[in-house]
């Protein structure tokens, strides 16, 4: 412990010797690292970040429960879910490969040139986009599992009376969500980076508040200081990421 800490803290001081000590350090030091803008520009990237954060919530339940009805929906057997499974696999496919921003953009631009009555707010559009591309990805992760469940579990279950619904919901589901947690909490974890990406509608968020600050005072420290809260909003996820996959792997090695 005490050698670990020991080569930490010689590298550590190492690399910043080797920052601090370049030929530009001074001019990126007053390009990024301002304390008296980044004092000034905090209260409105603090205001903007509770908006990241309660977007981040919302998107976070909803494409969980949409990558799990399409998960479910992609294992469904027999020639009569042909056409449902065909269109689950288009989704996967196809919102796994667009890029988040441009399917912001259709959602936060298109959808509001049709001028069609009733359409929401360019918020909840850029948020529509963030759930339908996670929960893209989220699917994958739940088939995933769900498959790895053994078949002899799902018999077992049918054989015992049980329908496809309950056998579903108390037999296959919970293996396949713990088997899945340390991917999905990694997919959770991206989008809260991602529910930045909103500041391309034009909501006032964590990053559009540090672009307005940067547009002010014409230096680049919003910016950092918008990634450093980010930064501060991800590591109890991090942590519960790393924790569940250090317990799964735990429990896999007992289990051999």
């Given at each position: 412990m005490?050698?670990?800490a020991?080569?930490?803290a010689?590298?550590?001081t190492l690399f910043?010797v080797?920052?601090?000590?370049?030929?530009?350090?001074?001019?990126v030091?007053?390009?990024?690292?301002?304390?008296?803008?980044a004092?000034?520009?905090?209260p409105?990237?603090?205001?903007g970040?509770w908006?990241n954060i309660r977007?981040?919530v919302?998107c976070a339940a909803?494409?969980?429960?949409l990558g799990?009805?399409?998960?479910?929906?992609?294992?469904?057997?027999?020639?009569?879910?042909?056409?449902?499974?065909?269109?689950?696999?288009?989704?996967?496919y196809s919102l796994?490969g667009?890029?988040?921003?441009?399917t912001i953009?259709l959602?936060a631009?298109g959808?509001?040139?049709?001028?069609l009555?009733g359409?929401?707010?360019?918020t909840?559009?850029?948020?529509?986009a963030i759930?339908?591309?996670?929960?893209a990805y989220?699917a994958?992760v739940?088939r995933?599992g769900?498959e790895?469940?053994h078949p002899?579990q799902?018999?077992a279950a049918?054989?015992l009376?049980?329908?496809?619904?309950r056998t579903?919901?108390?037999?296959?589901?919970?293996?396949?969500?713990r088997?899945a947690a340390?991917?999905?909490?990694n997919d959770?974890v991206s989008m809260q980076?991602?529910?930045?990406l909103?500041?391309?509608?034009?909501?006032?968020d964590?990053i559009?508040?540090?672009?307005?600050?940067q547009?002010?005072?014409?230096?680049f420290?919003?910016y950092i200081?918008?990634?450093?809260?980010f930064?501060?909003l991800a590591?109890?996820?991090?942590?519960?990421?790393?924790?569940?996959?250090?317990r799964?792997a735990?429990r896999?090695?007992?289990g051999?």
């Open positions: 005490l050698l670990a020991l080569s930490t010689v590298l550590g910043a080797l920052i601090t000590g370049a030929p530009g350090w001074d001019r030091k007053q390009s990024f690292f301002r304390g008296d803008i004092r000034d520009s905090l409105a990237i603090l205001d970040l908006l977007l981040f919302v909803c494409a969980l429960a799990l009805l399409v998960g479910v929906l992609r294992t469904l057997r027999g020639p009569v879910f042909f056409p449902v499974r065909a269109l689950a696999t288009v989704y996967t796994r667009l890029p988040l921003i441009i953009y959602f631009y959808i509001p040139g049709l001028r009555q359409t929401p707010s360019v909840v559009l850029g948020g529509a759930v339908i591309t996670y929960g989220i994958e739940l995933s769900i790895s469940v002899s799902v018999a049918r054989s009376g049980l329908s496809y619904r579903m919901r108390f037999v296959v589901l919970p293996q396949a969500v088997r340390p991917p999905l909490l959770v980076k991602d529910v930045g909103i500041s391309l509608a034009g909501p006032v964590a559009r508040a540090a672009q307005i600050s547009a002010g005072s014409y230096n420290t919003p200081v918008a990634g450093v809260l930064v501060l590591l109890p996820l991090i942590g519960i990421t790393d924790w569940v996959t250090l799964a735990r896999q090695n007992a051999t």
